[in-house]
């Protein structure tokens, strides 16, 4: 669809789509496309939603084989980045000072929010100018840190799964 926007996907993305609407074995052309367009570079994730995603996740225990983290293991792998560079950590510091200082939120969500992947997914679409894809939605007042009020604060693009879908072509025929 003409634009060459990058995308960073959220552990929900992923999480929800395989446990409901597009689980591997109904709908394998969603896994593919995203595979397709990470390739091009199109896509990513970041190192805390692989860890994410592959918590709770024993390859050792027969039976326990989860198939989106066999596909985030092997076949995602490397489209999962790091975030230890300078201007994603300087983004983090910019976010978490941010969300410390603010008064909006109690001690307890900011310290929750400084320890779960969405304060680094915000910090890497900051840094890198992305087009964050989550399920979560702009909540009316709530004591929790949210992915949507950090990025209408400090201006990062999200969309859901299904406007990243349209905005990149995808289609499951």
Request: hydrophobic share 45%.
């Amino acid at each position: 669809m003409g634009n060459s926007r990058l995308y960073v996907i959220d552990s929900n993305i992923f999480i929800a789509a395989h446990r409901s609407y597009y689980a591997m074995d109904i709908a394998p052309g969603f896994w593919q496309q995203l595979l397709r367009f990470a390739a091009a570079g199109r896509l990513c994730s970041i190192e805390q939603v692989y860890h994410e995603i592959m918590r709770g996740y024993d390859p050792k225990k027969p039976g326990a084989a989860d198939a989106l983290a066999i596909w985030a293991s092997t076949s995602f792998k490397g489209y999962f980045h790091k975030t230890d560079g300078q201007d994603i950590s300087e983004a983090y510091a910019k976010i978490i000072d941010w969300v410390s200082t603010t008064k909006h939120y109690p001690r307890a969500a900011i310290d929750e929010f400084a320890s779960v992947c969405d304060s680094w997914l915000c910090a890497y679409a900051l840094a890198n100018n992305c087009v964050l894809v989550t399920n979560e939605n702009k909540i009316a007042k709530t004591s929790k840190v949210s992915i949507p009020d950090l990025c209408l604060k400090f201006g990062i693009e999200y969309i859901n799964v299904f406007e990243f879908m349209r905005e990149l072509g995808i289609k499951l025929n």
